[in-house]
């Protein structure tokens, strides 16, 4: 049984920095890219991030593009975002999702195993 579980959530003041990890079991880990989605209340989920099966190809979304960065330790079968300069826009749950494509994907549909999602708070 795959399973995704996201941690490193939580409350910090615009201008901080947190670190999101995502530790995935039951699945062959470097077979799968990874992607970090985050949907805010009344809002439909946003692509933040994607990267590669082996980690060489990185995509973002352009609200976050040079301020957080995505990096895969498929020796450790972990998905991390890193993220600096956070803004108040940034408040969502934060979530890892699995696809087995090569290519950058940035549908929800593409993505066929997603983490339960952690709570990211910005204040301002």
């Known amino acids: 049984q795959v399973q995704l579980v996201e941690s490193g959530g939580g409350l910090v003041q615009a201008g901080g920095s947190l670190r999101l990890s995502c530790a995935a079991s039951g699945v062959t880990f470097s077979t799968y890219s990874m992607g970090w989605f985050r949907q805010a209340p009344g809002k439909e989920r946003e692509f933040v991030a994607f990267?590669?099966?082996?980690?060489?190809?990185?995509y973002y979304g352009a609200s976050v593009k040079g301020r957080f960065t995505i990096s895969k330790d498929n020796a450790k079968n972990t998905v991390y975002l890193q993220m600096n300069i956070l803004k108040p826009e940034d408040t969502a749950v934060y979530y890892c999702?699995?696809?087995?494509?090569?290519?950058?994907?940035?549908?929800?549909?593409?993505?066929?195993?997603w983490g339960q999602g952690t709570q990211v708070t910005v204040s301002s």
């Open positions: 990267i590669g099966r082996l980690g060489g190809t990185t």
């Open positions: 999702a699995a696809t087995p494509s090569w290519y950058v994907v940035q549908a929800t549909s593409s993505y066929d195993y």
